[in-house]
């Protein structure tokens, strides 16, 4: 399931759920308290409630607790009298109090925990209550309980705890009541098959669905890709009796289901009949645009989610969602920096805003990357959940995620788990640390049930060489129908890297032919086709530094997608391009490859620096194979060669089929003059790339280096029988021949004038 369709629909369950909650019991009142020795007032108090005389025995409650204010009789009496009356802020504020004098008084607990599904400010409370009710003997396996904290952790936006919690009521309390709220929660929470097999097997008892229930199914049904079942579902509740809001809500479902089941028209003629709801026909634009290209959806969603944004009664909730919702279309992106831009100013208290408006300004490149970080690692975290709510929502659509801020990510997910996407970010830069085990632990953690996770699952396979495996998920998903442009994307991505990998470029840049048909007008596409031509030696270095200049010149210099970073890293060390590198790295200082480009710049002009440099960078990414390989070649270039040794050799303990690092340590062995050491791994250069012209011309000097000159001559004859014409073959000839007769004490008649 996608992960924004399945914020949007959490947004819509929201709306849909909060009026009619999924499970609510309300708490049975406890037997009267033991009444002995307690004031005259209390006594009375009770005597009235029990008699049903509700507002006298509020007065004398009031009085009691005014004079005795710590009695726990005295403060019940008034939290069951406001209960009572329906005076719902004052039991809820009563109750609370109750709980200070009393902690683990089960009453408070389980009314404080009911009261939190009243009002969005009290749901904290409210899980906070039925969390420690939870911990009290004989409760821990209450599953009424625990469902009514899933509720209220559904309501927080907190999906995977709330799925959790249902997981443990199923078991414990397997009610048809527990199971219609469970299957809710999972339509919602990322489980629509088992949402859908919970539906069906409570349908089957013969139970009538509600309209908020039908409504969840027919969203998992959708997610399942039964469109058609999802209509069926809610058809009969079409102009039934209801309100005007719930009918509203109803039709903005039915025509999702429409554009789900390629009848958008349909859809959007449902929709032209809900009058007074611009809020709901917006959200169901959105939701239908996920399910249809048709631009007129997409006309209608942005000017719809405009107009919500010019509306004299907006509140700082509903811009939110509305610069959210235009943030998915990248022309109305300048709106959502906008908004937020204004808000921050507007309300410079909520911390969430100012957090929300600097990554938007990261991602728009208004910003460097540099100073979003600074601006991040400053925030001091509020204690506010929704705010925390916001921040980590914000921080998870940063994209790709900052190396330099994983203390931010583990400071946030440590203050709230509103947003299990995180962790996949957090995972994703472990993964490009190449720290595959904590990357797998906070894959763990998200357990997200997305394409995003099959993607990381195939590049963590490939990182493991499980090349197979890493192919197999990548064109699962490219030939599964319900994957959206972006996850097709990325898997051809993926897969071209791996047949790069493989020197497999033909094959590579066919893939990158689709990328760039699927993604028209991106250019940050043609970067990474232009990479993979340069480095299968398809086009040259000047053309491949032209596209880069081109798209230098055409772009703010804060924009710096990663297929920059392949181009950059793939052409050759300049000197010229200092500044860049430079840029790039304040940006990401991850970047392995610019760090490596950036080194061997500096070995041009300071040798000693450069080798300083390669050893840190060694020290600090201890699992990256490359860096070894950079340190070798610094090292070998410069005459350390123990050093350019030691580095090869690590990396062939590790992998004994590295080319490079085979190539290297020959050329080591050859300066060293370990002959037949060197022999031994040319041939075993050779082996691998048969027709490296490079290698076998190396191969041949350490022929010529053993004194068999006649021997490397035979080796050059039978090379330039195999390859075009070379300049650089037919000088080493020449040499060669010149070798010999210098050697037999004849002048060459080339060098006698």
């Not at 009356?85 to 408070?108: C, K, S």
């Not at 279309?329 to 808000?343: E, K, V």
């Not at 080493?732 to 008649?749: A, M, T």
Request: proline fraction near 5%; glycine fraction near 6%; charged fraction near 20%.
């Amino acid at each position: 399931m996608n992960w924004y369709r399945r914020t949007l629909g959490l947004c819509l369950s929201f709306n849909l759920l909060t009026a009619t909650p999924l499970v609510l019991a309300q708490p049975a009142l406890a037997q009267l308290p033991n009444l002995d020795n307690q004031p005259t007032l209390v006594r009375e108090g009770y005597a009235l409630f029990e008699k049903g005389w509700i507002d006298p025995a509020l007065e004398k409650f009031l009085q009691a607790v005014q004079q005795y204010p710590d009695s726990v009789p005295a403060q019940l009496g008034l939290a069951r009298s406001y209960f009572k009356l329906g005076q719902d802020a004052n039991a809820f504020a009563a109750f609370r109090r109750l709980t200070v004098l009393e902690p683990t008084n089960i009453e408070a607990l389980k009314t404080l925990g009911l009261l939190g599904s009243y009002r969005p400010e009290w749901r904290s409370v409210g899980i906070e209550a039925l969390t420690t009710l939870l911990e009290q003997p004989g409760y821990g396996q209450n599953g009424e309980v625990r469902s009514q904290r899933a509720l209220l952790l559904f309501y927080e936006g907190r999906l995977g705890e709330a799925v959790a919690d249902y997981d443990i009521a199923l078991e414990q309390t397997p009610t048809l009541a527990t199971q219609v709220g469970a299957a809710q929660v999972f339509a919602y929470g990322g489980r629509s098959a088992q949402s859908v097999e919970l539906f069906e097997r409570y349908v089957s008892t013969g139970q009538t669905l509600k309209i908020y229930e039908a409504q969840a199914y027919s969203f998992a049904l959708r997610q399942e890709g039964q469109a058609g079942t999802a209509i069926d579902v809610l058809q009969p509740f079409i102009n039934a009796n209801g309100d005007v809001a719930e009918q509203a809500q109803l039709k903005a479902e039915l025509a999702t289901s429409y554009a789900a089941n390629r009848q958008y028209e349909r859809g959007l003629a449902l929709l032209d009949t809900i009058e007074g709801q611009p809020l709901v026909v917006a959200r169901a634009l959105r939701g239908m645009s996920f399910y249809t290209d048709a631009p007129e959806v997409r006309r209608r969603a942005i000017a719809a989610y405009e107009s919500i944004l010019t509306s004299s009664s907006l509140t700082v909730g509903t811009a939110r969602e509305a610069a959210d919702a235009l943030s998915v279309y990248p022309g109305s992106r300048a709106t959502t920096l906008a908004t937020y831009q204004q808000l921050a100013a507007q309300y410079p208290d909520d911390i969430s805003l100012y957090v929300q408006a600097s990554i938007w300004e990261r991602q728009l490149a208004q910003i460097s990357a540099q100073e979003l970080r600074q601006r991040l690692l400053a925030v001091t975290l509020p204690e506010n959940p929704t705010q925390l709510r916001y921040i980590a929502s914000s921080l998870s659509k940063l994209d790709p995620p900052d190396t330099e801020l994983v203390p931010f990510y583990q400071d946030v997910l440590a203050a709230t788990s509103a947003e299990p996407f995180l962790h996949y970010r957090l995972g994703q830069i472990y993964l490009q640390q190449n720290k595959l085990e904590l990357a797998q632990e906070q894959l763990r953690l998200y357990a997200g049930d997305d394409p995003a996770v099959l993607l990381f699952q195939a590049e963590q396979a490939r990182r493991q060489d499980d090349i197979d495996t890493s192919i197999a998920i990548y064109q699962q998903l490219i030939n599964d129908p319900t994957s959206n442009n972006e996850v097709v994307t990325g898997s051809l991505q993926g897969l071209a890297g791996i047949y790069q990998g493989q020197g497999r470029y033909a094959e590579a840049l066919e893939l990158y032919e689709e990328i760039i048909a699927l993604n028209p007008g991106n250019d940050t596409k043609i970067l990474g086709q232009t990479s993979l031509a340069y480095q299968g030696k398809f086009i040259s270095v000047e053309t491949a530094e032209s596209v880069l200049d081109q798209w230098l010149a055409s772009h703010p210099a804060n924009e710096n997608p990663p297929e920059l970073y392949s181009l950059v890293g793939a052409l050759p060390a300049d000197p010229a391009r200092s500044d860049l590198y430079q840029s790039l790295l304040v940006a990401n200082p991850g970047s392995l490859v610019i760090r490596q480009r950036q080194i061997q710049v500096l070995a041009m002009s300071d040798p000693d620096a450069a080798n300083e440099a390669a050893a840190q960078l060694v020290a600090d990414n201890p699992d990256a194979p490359e860096v070894y390989l950079l340190q070798g070649q610094i090292a070998q270039d410069t005459g350390k060669l123990t050093t350019a040794e030691r580095a090869y050799e690590t990396l062939l303990e590790r992998n004994p089929e590295q080319f490079d690092a085979i190539v290297g340590l020959a050329g080591v062995r050859f300066r060293q003059l370990r002959y037949q050491e060197a022999r031994r791994l040319y041939d075993q250069a050779i082996a691998i790339a048969p027709d490296d012209l490079n290698l076998r011309q190396a191969s041949i000097s350490l022929t010529v280096a053993q004194d068999r000159p006649l021997q490397a001559l035979e080796e050059i004859n039978a090379l330039q029988s195999r390859v075009p014409a070379s300049v650089g073959l037919e000088r080493q000839e020449r040499l060669i021949k010149e070798g010999l007769l210098l050697h037999r004490g004849f002048q060459p008649v080339w060098e006698r004038y």
